[in-house]
């Protein structure tokens, strides 16, 4: 199995003293004392994430409170000490200070007002989390209780229960915003400049785009609007992180993609319920950021082709509904409404489809990630008639609905 090469090797301040004091802290306990030897081993496959450094390991411990040994797996999010993009990506706290905000208040409160209604939002518990003497977030480790992580999601019905959660997520946002005069001021962050900041991967994203409509005759008639939307690229993804004048604003979890949620799977593959992972980068906007995510970053091309309005429509019905459900006083857009607001935000769907839709024809395990970010590889389904079919189809799309105009 393959690792990230940062994953390999802990720091040598994660050590059995540092996990001693921590579930000292955490269980409120200075009588902790460990058991056995914390041994940390890398904490996911190599190409299921990027922005932090992660481990596993088991705590075991016993406290003079109680002679019954304990022991609790855990998951911890670090940051990067190699010299490289991801570290300068991760060079100042904001991102861990937002993660350890949501899961240790907003996620808490969230659950806490959804159970009032009857319906469970699920995330890992958490543990422990501090910027300094060293950032760091620790969650408890759910993955040998059945959750896993999967790819693309290749039918509607496994759709369902992703649908709901982020549905749940942005009602409870909603209701935590309309009693809270200083929750958008607290979630007013973009993470507009970051994104920017991978300016090889944009530029050659683009540029591979721009040589289809230089080498492939039936592509031409692209190249003047997409070269048009590259040039104003900056300001429209700068907009979509500033909350929406035209739709209510929720916190979006701002990073839905397929590798960010683990599924529970019964005996026929099905999945039967998912919770989302990494809130690194919630913020206070319009929806549609979060949807044209749902849409494009987690189903199979042909589930989105086959089911796309009926995604929106189903995410539409539970948002909603949950919100009448939770007593929420003021104006609930319409379905209408929402689809305009998608339409507004068209040009998120666009720089997917330049940066990303390659991942589809990839083995993300055998790539250099950080070198792709750079823009430095090339991208493997150039060649591929399938991604050329895609391309031309979803560029006549964005075309003929307003997009690239």
Same mark, same amino acid.
């Given at each position: 199995?393959?690792?990230?090469?940062?994953?390999?090797?802990?720091?040598?301040?994660?050590?059995?003293?540092?996990?001693?004091?921590?579930?000292?802290?955490?269980?409120?306990?200075?009588?902790?004392?460990?058991?056995?030897?914390?041994?940390?081993?890398?904490?996911?496959?190599?190409?299921?994430?990027?922005?932090?450094?992660?481990?596993?390991?088991?705590?075991?411990?016993?406290?003079?409170?109680?002679?019954?040994?304990?022991?609790?797996?855990?998951?911890?999010?670090?940051?990067?000490?190699?010299?490289?993009?991801?570290?300068?990506?991760?060079?100042?706290?904001?991102?861990?200070?937002?993660?350890?905000?949501?899961?240790?208040?907003?996620?808490?409160?969230?659950?806490?007002?959804?159970?009032?209604?009857?319906?469970?939002?699920?995330?890992?518990?958490?543990?422990?989390?501090?910027?300094?003497?060293? %950032? @760091? *977030?620790?969650?408890?480790? =759910?993955?040998?209780?059945?959750?896993?992580?999967? #790819?693309?999601?290749?039918? /509607? +019905?496994?759709?369902?229960?992703?649908?709901?959660?982020?549905?749940?997520?942005?009602?409870?946002?909603?209701?935590?915003?309309?009693?809270?005069?200083?929750?958008?001021?607290?979630?007013?962050?973009?993470?507009?400049?970051?994104?920017?900041?991978?300016?090889?991967?944009?530029?050659?994203?683009?540029?591979?785009?721009?040589?289809?409509?230089?080498?492939?005759?039936?592509?031409?008639?692209?190249?003047?609007?997409?070269?048009?939307?590259?040039?104003?690229?900056?300001?429209?993804?700068?907009?979509?992180?500033?909350?929406?004048?035209?739709?209510?604003?929720?916190?979006?979890?701002?990073?839905?993609?397929?590798?960010?949620?683990?599924?529970?799977?019964?005996?026929?593959?099905?999945?039967?319920? %998912? @919770? *989302?992972?990494?809130?690194? =980068?919630?913020?206070?906007?319009?929806?549609?950021? #979060?949807?044209?995510?749902? /849409? +494009?970053?987690?189903?199979?091309?042909?589930?989105?082709?086959?089911?796309?309005?009926?995604?929106?429509?189903?995410?539409?019905?539970?948002?909603?509904?949950?919100?009448?459900?939770?007593?929420?006083?003021?104006?609930?857009?319409?379905?209408?409404?929402?689809?305009?607001?998608?339409?507004?935000?068209?040009?998120?769907?666009?720089?997917?489809?330049?940066?990303?839709?390659?991942?589809?024809?990839?083995?993300?395990?055998?790539?250099?990630?950080?070198?792709?970010?750079?823009?430095?590889?090339?991208?493997?389904?150039?060649?591929?008639?399938?991604?050329?079919?895609?391309?031309?189809?979803?560029?006549?799309?964005?075309?003929?609905?307003?997009?690239?105009?």
């Amino acid at each position: 199995m393959a690792y990230n090469q940062d994953e390999l090797e802990a720091p040598g301040w994660l050590n059995d003293e540092f996990f001693r004091d921590v579930m000292r802290e955490s269980n409120n306990d200075p009588t902790i004392e460990l058991i056995k030897p914390c041994v940390l081993r890398p904490g996911t496959n190599k190409g299921d994430h990027y922005a932090s450094v992660m481990f596993r390991t088991t705590v075991t411990y016993r406290s003079q409170r109680s002679s019954e040994e304990k022991s609790v797996n855990i998951i911890m999010k670090t940051k990067p000490e190699a010299d490289g993009l991801k570290k300068e990506l991760l060079d100042d706290d904001r991102l861990f200070a937002i993660e350890i905000e949501m899961y240790s208040k907003v996620l808490p409160e969230m659950t806490r007002m959804l159970k009032e209604i009857g319906e469970e939002y699920k995330y890992p518990r958490y543990i422990y989390g501090a910027l300094k003497p060293r %950032t @760091i *977030l620790i969650l408890e480790d =759910i993955s040998d209780q059945g959750w896993v992580m999967g #790819d693309f999601i290749s039918t /509607l +019905d496994d759709m369902k229960p992703i649908v709901k959660d982020i549905a749940m997520f942005h009602a409870a946002s909603v209701m935590l915003e309309s009693a809270d005069s200083t929750f958008v001021a607290r979630h007013n962050y973009s993470i507009a400049e970051k994104f920017m900041g991978f300016k090889g991967m944009i530029t050659k994203g683009f540029g591979d785009l721009m040589h289809l409509t230089q080498t492939c005759s039936e592509f031409a008639h692209f190249a003047r609007p997409l070269g048009r939307f590259q040039e104003n690229l900056h300001n429209f993804f700068t907009a979509l992180y500033i909350p929406s004048k035209t739709i209510q604003n929720v916190l979006i979890h701002g990073d839905f993609h397929s590798k960010n949620m683990l599924h529970q799977v019964d005996a026929e593959g099905r999945h039967t319920d %998912t @919770i *989302l992972l990494d809130y690194q =980068i919630c913020c206070w906007t319009s929806p549609a950021v #979060d949807l044209y995510y749902l /849409l +494009d970053m987690i189903p199979t091309q042909e589930v989105k082709d086959k089911h796309r309005s009926e995604l929106i429509y189903m995410y539409y019905q539970q948002y909603s509904d949950l919100l009448k459900r939770l007593g929420y006083v003021g104006k609930i857009p319409s379905l209408l409404d929402l689809q305009i607001e998608l339409l507004r935000y068209a040009g998120l769907e666009v720089f997917h489809y330049a940066m990303f839709s390659s991942f589809r024809y990839m083995d993300q395990t055998a790539i250099d990630i950080e070198a792709y970010l750079k823009g430095e590889l090339e991208n493997p389904a150039f060649n591929n008639p399938e991604f050329k079919k895609l391309m031309h189809s979803e560029l006549t799309r964005f075309l003929h609905q307003g997009t690239l105009s």
